[in-house]
């Protein structure tokens, strides 16, 4: 006993010190609750329901019937109309992500000088970010409205011969001008991603650049550009992520159409689901999505991840 | 290089972006301040005969267009103030104390970030109706909070990490308790933060459209988005002079207190949106 | 005003051991100064005294009460802080006073009690200014009023001069140490600055590696280090070691490379080994190669302008002599070194502990 009776100070001081820590804790897991509670309703719950109708067959109406295995997911690849809007989908991605970019570095560049008005600029470039995608899309379908639109209306007054060409009515052409739109939207965004990593660009690597003898293009080359392209990753693949599900511009803009010639994923799943009232083919078509998604997630993950480790060293 | 011929030569090289920014507004205020008759000739011009605030009155009064700014405007601030109230504890704890599972809770939130909810839609409007709540704005306040909360986290975060532990530390030591410490101490220091994080998440949800499109079906229930959306699906002949006009209220206030914190968002994005 | 006792005080971070073992009686009023390298823990140390840290091991007691799961709020401590951790929205005043203000004293009391504090630290002028109008010096001088006001049982100064320059810091040392003597406040202060520990301590704690190297005086830390560590830790320049042989009955030390051997006037019965042999800059003489057991070989001369630093080649080791005499003496030359035996002292070679003799 006696043995026993010694280590007992320190084996109480032990526990007490635990249950301190496990109450700091627990009190820790309580300022997380809400929030986790809200997500795990809110966003759990519904991608578990979307997988469980997915994988059942599901009535017009949305009662869950007997379980269909893959079938409504064969169903949703032999539409001609799905693979269109996952080939459509590929071009509106690619060509958003990829316009966006090309469009936002040069912009970042410029408003990471110093130049009069910068702040004037800076507002302006980040405008679009302010305004609501289904208002921006709304506008711009009235922009290009072939008969009324102030498009045409300037172009006309330039002495260009487009009085009352109908932009929209030609599947290509609205897609191209969607695309458009999409990077309009997509710049201020991206541009704030890429000052944020102009800026963290020490003065001195230009300073010490330019004593070694390197020109205004060199250090473009050899340092913003390096420096600048962990952020351009992350630029990407948030914008492959944001553009990907973006819905408004085509939606409000065109509606898919003119004969699903516009349309992309979330469009498609969107009319599957509340224009057709095709339940499972729909949650089909967003696990696929979902899918993606996490794919996309992953990589972004990863890339931030990698980013934090170097930071470290 | 002087700094005047610098800046002329930026002007000039951003000018092709900002005329296609500014393009829709001026198209906005143009079209507003017409009258019916002038959108619907074929001598049009950019300036209005006359400055005609008739739209507006018309907006109001026969559209009932501010029904659906209040709605807007109740989901907004409902949604700002509850995901507030679930982030700022959430963020205080993650960036403060040691939280078991931090790590995968932060993945988690920054997965649920990436996820449109249009995705999920389905199962959104499915769970909303079996709890009754399609036609509410408190779905849509729910669902808004939801989405936009891990940002907020994400956001704050990056603020709270910025105050450095010694000044709670301090007021400890000079007797405060944890509470205490945090309400005098903590948060005067993080509202700059907290406050961008609110506008930030207030312009989210009140231009979000998906959501809102599919929860609220009752035109009486309409967010402004959708409301406008709307105008330009079911007429006739649309009433575009209308539209701009509704597009113009709905956008320039948000639009002002955007650009009033965007400063603060170049900071706040890289130091964790991006990180 | 109180004691405080640490008995057996550890610290691990997971598999990391920060502070192993720690024993330090401190006394009612006594200033002690914990010192060492960066990392030592130190740090750690302090702040488990003011229960910002958990404690994994062993107990803290002031005035005889365990106080290891008081939480920071109920020790009844006043700490200054590296950053001096003022409220950035608080004025010089209600800095001073948010201790009293928590207390739920009256407006008048602290108004008076501030009003004090502020006359001692000469800081009547600056009470409506807000920490980012104060130069540094101001600011840790409000930061020192903060943990005046309230009269707490002691003082906690995690390294409150290191974001001072060199003049400043050297007038506020001075300051700091009158205050202690005015208020006789048991006070516990950390750097990492060996000046600020010798002049400012009435004992010092050595530390190193999360371990106690040696508790005393500044000037028997000086004069009888209890290992090599401490003995290279305090003195500015560094003290010179060399690796020598003692002989029996601690007689002679030879020196490395057949140097000279030295005649020791010990009669112990201390066993013949390898030593460790530390002579202080400042105890050696430059004398003439035929007077001088020992030999050096000029390196370079340094003139700070009061001393004069010769650095010498000792054999395997680089030395620093330490002299007020402008030597006029030229790279490569021969010197001979003396020194006063008492001078000199001895490790042994394998637990780097100090050899009595």
């Known amino acids: ?313 | 290089m002087s700094k005047a011929r610098k800046s002329v030569l930026c002007w000039v090289a951003l000018s092709p972006f900002l005329i296609i920014v500014l393009f829709p507004y001026l198209t906005m205020l143009s079209t507003a301040l017409k009258q019916k008759d002038e959108i619907f000739t074929f001598h049009r011009s950019w300036l209005p005969r006359e400055f005609y605030l008739g739209n507006f009155v018309e907006l109001f009064v026969d559209r009932n267009f501010g029904r659906a700014l209040v709605n807007s405007l109740t989901i907004s601030v409902g949604a700002t103030l509850l995901s507030l109230a679930v982030a700022i504890p959430a963020a205080y704890a993650l960036t403060r104390m040691r939280v078991p599972g931090n790590s995968a809770l932060t993945n988690y939130l920054l997965i649920t970030q990436m996820i449109s909810p249009i995705v999920l839609i389905i199962g959104l409007f499915r769970m909303f109706a079996y709890f009754g709540l399609i036609n509410s704005l408190m779905s849509v306040i729910i669902a808004h909070s939801a989405f936009f909360m891990a940002f907020a986290v994400w956001m704050l975060r990056s603020y709270f990490a910025t105050i450095p532990k010694d000044l709670e530390e301090a007021a400890w030591i000079d007797g405060a308790g944890r509470f205490s410490a945090f309400v005098r101490i903590f948060l005067p220091l993080c509202l700059p933060g907290v406050v961008v994080t609110a506008i930030f998440t207030f312009v989210n949800s009140w231009n979000e459209y998906a959501m809102s499109l599919t929860l609220l079906r009752d035109v009486s229930q309409q967010t402004a988005p959708v409301q406008i959306a709307f105008l330009t699906g079911t007429l006739y002949q649309i009433e575009w002079h209308l539209i701009m006009a509704a597009t113009l209220i709905a956008s320039v206030p948000v639009a002002i207190v955007f650009a009033s914190i965007q400063r603060y968002l170049i900071g706040g994005m890289s130091l964790g949106g991006v990180k | 005003m109180a004691s405080i006792d640490l008995v057996g005080v550890s610290k691990q971070f997971g598999a990391l051991s920060i502070l192993d073992d720690v024993n330090i009686s401190i006394g009612d009023r006594e200033f002690v100064v914990l010192v060492g390298p960066s990392g030592c823990g130190k740090s750690t140390l302090l702040r488990m005294i003011a229960g910002l840290e958990p404690i994994s091991d062993g107990t803290i007691s002031i005035d005889g009460a365990i106080v290891n799961h008081l939480g920071p709020q109920k020790r009844d401590l006043a700490m200054v802080f590296q950053t001096y951790a003022l409220y950035p929205h608080m004025t010089t005043a209600q800095n001073i006073g948010f201790p009293l203000k928590l207390r739920g004293s009256s407006p008048e009391q602290i108004e008076r009690s501030v009003a004090r504090v502020a006359s001692t630290l000469h800081l009547e002028a600056l009470l409506d200014r807000q920490p980012r109008a104060l130069s540094g010096g101001q600011r840790q001088r409000v930061a020192m009023g903060r943990a005046m006001v309230r009269e707490p049982r002691a003082f906690l100064f995690d390294e409150p001069l290191s974001n001072l320059d060199a003049k400043l810091r050297h007038h506020m040392r001075i300051e700091l140490r009158q205050l202690h003597k005015s208020l006789g406040a048991t006070s516990i202060y950390v750097t990492h600055d060996q000046i600020e520990a010798m002049t400012m301590a009435d004992r010092i704690v050595v530390m190193n590696r999360g371990k106690v190297e040696q508790i005393g005086t500044p000037l028997e830390l000086f004069d009888r280090p209890a290992n090599t560590f401490v003995a290279g830790f305090l003195g500015s320049p560094t003290i010179n070691f060399a690796k020598a042989r003692l002989s029996a009955g601690s007689k002679d030390v030879t020196f490395e490379d057949g140097i000279y051997p030295l005649a020791l006037n010990g009669a112990s019965d201390i066993a013949a080994q390898d030593v460790i042999a530390g002579v202080r800059p400042q105890h050696i003489e430059i004398v003439a190669t035929d007077v001088a057991p020992l030999k050096g070989t000029v390196v370079l001369v340094e003139h700070t302008g009061c001393e004069t630093n010769v650095i010498l080649d000792v054999g395997n080791s680089e030395w620093t002599v330490q002299t007020l005499s402008r030597h006029r003496l030229n790279q490569g030359e021969q010197v001979g070194l003396k020194f006063d035996p008492a001078h000199l002292h001895l490790f042994s070679a394998s637990s780097q502990e100090r050899i009595l003799w």
């Open chain 1, 1 to 313: 006993m006696s043995a026993i009776d010694s280590s007992t100070p320190i084996r109480t001081a032990t526990l007490r010190r635990s249950g301190a820590a496990q109450s700091n804790s627990l009190f820790a897991l309580i300022l997380v609750a809400p929030c986790l509670l809200l997500s795990v309703t809110v966003i759990g719950y519904p991608i578990f329901d979307v997988i469980r109708m997915s994988v059942f067959d599901v009535s017009r109406i949305g009662i869950v019937r007997e379980f269909a295995g893959f079938g409504n997911f064969i169903k949703t690849f032999s539409d001609p109309v799905f693979v269109q809007a996952c080939w459509q989908t590929l071009v509106w991605t690619v060509a958003v992500v990829g316009g966006t970019m090309l469009v936002s570095i040069p912009i970042a560049l410029i408003l990471n000088e110093d130049f009069y008005g910068r702040t004037i600029a800076r507002t302006i470039v980040l405008l679009p970010w302010a305004i609501s995608l289904a208002m921006t899309a709304v506008v711009w379908r009235y922009v290009v409205n072939g008969d009324f639109g102030t498009l045409n209306m300037t172009l006309s007054a330039l002495g260009l011969p487009f009085d009352g060409y109908p932009w929209l009515a030609d599947a290509r052409m609205a897609f191209i001008l969607e695309i458009l739109v999409g990077i309009l939207v997509s710049v201020p965004f991206t541009v704030t991603i890429l000052l944020g990593g102009l800026t963290s660009i020490p003065e001195t690597l230009y300073e010490a650049s330019a004593i070694d003898g390197a020109s205004p293009l060199h250090s473009l080359r050899y340092i913003t550009m390096p420096l600048l392209w962990p952020f351009m990753q992350i630029a990407i693949v948030l914008n492959v992520i944001y553009v990907f599900n973006s819905f408004p511009i085509i939606w409000i803009m065109t509606n898919g159409g003119p004969s699903n010639r516009t349309d992309i994923l979330i469009t498609y799943i969107y009319k599957q689901a509340f224009a057709f009232g095709k339940l499972g083919n729909a949650a089909a078509g967003s696990v696929v999505m979902f899918a993606m998604l996490l794919v996309f997630a992953v990589i972004y993950l990863y890339l931030t991840k990698a980013r934090g480790a170097q930071d470290d060293v």
